[in-house]
């Protein structure tokens, strides 16, 4: 028992070292470069999130791949972990630490090429870190009790990497701040690679081949069903926390502790409803659940939007902060369906590009937090910091509730349209299974 909690708490908690650094990049990139710094604009942010969603759907799906066929003593996963990690610390670090000459083409160069390596990395350390969750965990118990746990770092580490960050970054300025967090995510992921031991590869065991592997993911609906409500969500959230800076300055006007006290609330209710939720799945099914949280979080936006006051803000940010909470304490426990399902059908294991295919489903929501971002400008003429548009408010509110709301809502139709039967917990009982589908 002692060992199964110390092979949770090991894997767990690799969660809390992926999230520092991209929640650092994703919250604050906007408001650094356009707000407070005004090198470039809303609307070559935008640029910036459009091209980026492009190279991220070509590279994911062949880190995945690679990652696969992957044969060393060390494992499929932790070679990637451990090159990529390094690099991944240095690309934030470069990304908050513009050159002091920058300026208009040079400006907007620098924000492109260390945003889309530092997410590009990420991609590859999230990928092999979530193609380890259904090895290393094959039921569904102790899947929800470790993703229940590392979903609770995931929050502590969104607390220091976004509701300290406007303290410590007015303190230290961005530079600092982003080493500080670079090089404490950096070494968590390295303790989680280097304590979780994966399922070795059997000396027989067949490779994955490309070609094959795309074609099963393209004509698998509940890939694509899956893959968009997780897209729609995960824009959602990317846009809700790109906006807080904005909507605190221009809406609230409040100060960077109150700005600290309002992300804490969202993330501190968040930690406290995960095992509300974890307890409802162990209760219920999982499905209808995470269909609860999906529902849960887009209606918390309607309040949110007006809310014109600090304490208002509040008591309507922990709504949002319990739908999120059910959320994420459900997706991957649905994503790792689609990979048992897919072993169980075709005999080979590919987590890696599946959950590469699914991060590129993700990395979709670039695609909406662009299309937000151009919409500002359209919408309300804000600009940026320099040029705020006659109501910057409305903007702010536009880019934190009602797209959202619109994006969150979608999300809700993908995942009622998902259904799973019961998987069997062993490969020979599959026949009764593929009956059921045919039957469906």
Known sequence: MKSDRLKSFNYAIGMFGTSIPINLLKTFAAAFF???????????????????????????????????????????RKPWLVIGTPLLVLGLIAFYSPLSFLSGGSALAWVMLFYIFTGTLDSVINANYAALFPEIFPDDVSRAKTNALRQAFQLVAMIISIALTPIVADK?????????????????????????????????EKKPQLWDSIK????????????????????????????????ADYKL?????????????????????????????????????WRAALIALTL??????????????????????????????????VHAKIMDEDRLKHDVRREGII?????????????FTSL?????????????????????????????????????????V??????????????????????TEILE
């Open 34 to 76: 356009v707000k407070d710094l005004g090198l470039i604009t809303a609307a070559q942010w935008a640029s910036v999130l459009f091209i980026y969603t492009f190279i991220d759907a070509i590279d994911n799906p062949v880190y995945g791949f690679l990652s696969d066929r992957t044969r060393t003593k060390w494992g499929r």
């Open 172 to 204: 230290l300025g961005f530079s600092l701040t982003a080493i500080i967090y670079g090089i404490l995510g950096g070494v968590v992921i390295l303790y989680m690679a280097f304590t979780s031991k994966e399922r070795p590869v059997e000396p027989d």
């Open 216 to 247: 099963t993911l393209v004509t698998n609906w509940k890939f694509w069903i899956a893959g968009f409500a997780n897209a729609f969500y995960s824009a959602t959230m990317s846009l809700v926390m790109a906006a807080l800076p904005f909507y």
């Open 253 to 289: 006007g409040i100060s960077s502790l109150q700005q600290t006290i309002l992300f804490a609330t969202v993330l501190l209710i968040a930690i406290g409803s995960v095992a509300i939720w974890a307890a409802l799945v162990r209760k219920f099914s999982l499905i209808p659940v």
């Open 300 to 333: 918390s936006f309607i309040p949110l939007y007006f809310a014109n006051t600090f304490i208002m803000a509040i008591v309507c940010s922990a709504l949002v902060g319990f739908g999120f909470a059910g959320v994420i304490t459900t997706m991957d426990l």
């Open 355 to 367: 959950a590469n295919a699914l991060g590129f489903m993700n990395r979709l929501n670039g695609l």
């Open 372 to 412: 937000a971002f151009l919409l500002v400008t359209r919408f309300f003429g804000f600009v940026s910091g320099e040029q705020p548009g006659p109501q910057p408010d409305q903007a702010a509110l536009f880019l934190l509730t009602v797209f959202p709301f619109v994006l969150s809502a979608i999300s809700v």
């Open 414 to 435: 993908f995942a009622f349209i998902l259904k799973f039967p019961q998987l069997p917990s062993e490969p020979t009982d599959y026949s009764d299974y593929l009956e």
